[in-house]
């Protein structure tokens, strides 16, 4: 990994950008760099940063949408739509200190991680609401697609595909994101003591049933008895947001549904949305220094990795993401579940190898945008 203070190319411009990469030398891409250390690039011989691409382009609140430059800061954004009534609806986390990084996470690195927060069981992912973009391949040709320009001049949906890409195909220079009128009431069950086998039939009872579960979670109890909870035993929790009467309508009726799950109580306003940032940034993880991993199984599953796994464990989205502290590599225990597994802090391979027809094609698209790995090269084991 390059010294980011050294070497850094801070393009002011789209423009800027295409001649950087035309150049041909293999660059790091970076944002704000929260994430840098996750599938670390090698052989770059510079590094790109985004940080001076910050401008908000447009933001049309009646219209439910937002244009900025894929360097603007996620914080900066939620204080603007906030103003207005309005969110991020797939709550992208903040990871800079979970991952023990200083900078800032922008809204680019979020797309391109296609990060999404406990929302995602309700909202659906980063990429559902990644409107349109501007982006320069690693063939050094500026190219737009949906958003304001209805144009897609390669036959891919670029949005989709740019998502989770991890910035190995294209550099974003600016996005275009649907924003959701933010919500009037938020309420948070509370269920004490259960195991994660009980707490995953729990959570899975709640997404079933008529309520509009909008972030189910369960912090078993070594992972609830740290900071900033300090909780005496295991805690899950399920979120409803809306108007105040169908918010009390819903949580009355799920709490009736569950009460086979023992006492209950609520979290409400202030101390459920302090909750639930705490779960979207893993802030019971912060300080341990074991290898981390970010598995993503089906939610009825999840609660099988804590079991199959050793380590200590948060079960978000009702189980199908699980962030699991552990010294062990659960990658076989994760794909015999039907999932995968990402190591987002330690050493070892980060993503998850491919094999067989998906590596074959991820390998033609790779060729298609960046045919010479000008782009992070390495970073999700390609050149």
């Known amino acids: 990994m390059l010294d ?41 011989d510079a590094v790109l940063s985004l940080a001076g691409l910050t401008r908000v382009i447009d933001y049309a609140p009646e219209e439910l949408v937002l244009t900025a430059q894929a360097g603007v800061k996620l914080a900066t954004l939620e204080k603007l739509v906030a103003a207005q009534g309005q969110m991020l609806p797939f709550e992208p986390p903040h990871l800079g ?31 559902d609401h990644f409107l349109g973009l501007e982006a320069v391949t690693g063939r050094g040709e500026l190219v737009k697609a949906g958003g304001r320009v209805v144009k897609n001049v390669t036959g891919y949906d670029l949005c989709k595909l740019m998502a989770g890409s991890w910035g190995t195909l294209a550099v974003l ?15 948070t069950l509370l269920f004490f003591g259960l195991d994660d086998r009980r707490a995953g039939e729990a959570m899975t009872r709640a997404l079933h049933a008529p309520a509009e579960v909008s972030g189910a979670a369960h912090l078993p109890a070594a992972t609830a008895a740290r900071a900033p909870l300090k909780g ?14 169908s918010v009390a309508a819903r949580a009355e009726h799920l709490a009736m549904a569950l009460k086979d799950f023992g006492r209950v109580e609520q979290l409400d306003g202030p101390l459920s949305r302090d909750f639930w940032a705490q779960v979207r940034d893993v802030e019971a993880l912060w300080k341990d220094p ?3 991993w970010r598995i993503s199984v089906p939610p009825a ?15 978000d989205w009702g189980g199908g993401l699980v962030w699991l502290l552990s010294e062990d590599n659960p990658r076989a225990a994760v794909r015999a579940l039907g999932g995968h597994a990402t ?41």
């Not at 922008?106 to 296609?114: F, K, M, P, S, Y």
């Not at 599953?301 to 079960?315: F, P």
């Not at 050493?347 to 992070?376: C, H, Q």
Request: aromatic share 4%; glycine share 14%.
């Open 173 to 187: 220079t600016e996005v275009t994101i649907k924003v959701l009128p933010a919500a009037r009431t938020e309420l």
């Open 4 to 44: 980011v203070a050294a070497r850094t190319e801070t393009p002011k411009t789209a423009a800027e950008v295409v001649e950087l990469v035309a150049e041909g030398r293999p660059l790091e891409i970076v944002g704000g760099g929260t994430k840098r250390g996750i599938g670390a690039v090698a052989g770059a």
């Open 232 to 245: 005496e035993m295991a805690v899950t929790a399920l979120r409803l947001e809306g108007f105040a009467a």
């Open 290 to 292: 074991r290898p981390l």
């Open 97 to 127: 200190r979970l991952l023990g990084a200083k900078g800032q996470p922008t809204l680019g690195g979020a797309l391109a991680a296609n990060l999404s927060g406990p929302r995602r069981i309700r909202a659906g992912a980063a990429r």
């Open 301 to 315: 599953a999840g609660w099988r990795v804590g079991e199959a796994a050793a380590g200590e464990a948060l079960y």
């Open 343 to 383: 190591l987002y802090r330690g050493e070892g391979l980060a993503f998850e190898p491919l094999d067989g027809p998906l590596k074959a094609l991820t390998a033609r698209v790779k060729a298609a945008f960046d045919p010479n790995g000008v782009l992070n090269p390495g970073r999700m084991g390609a050149s």
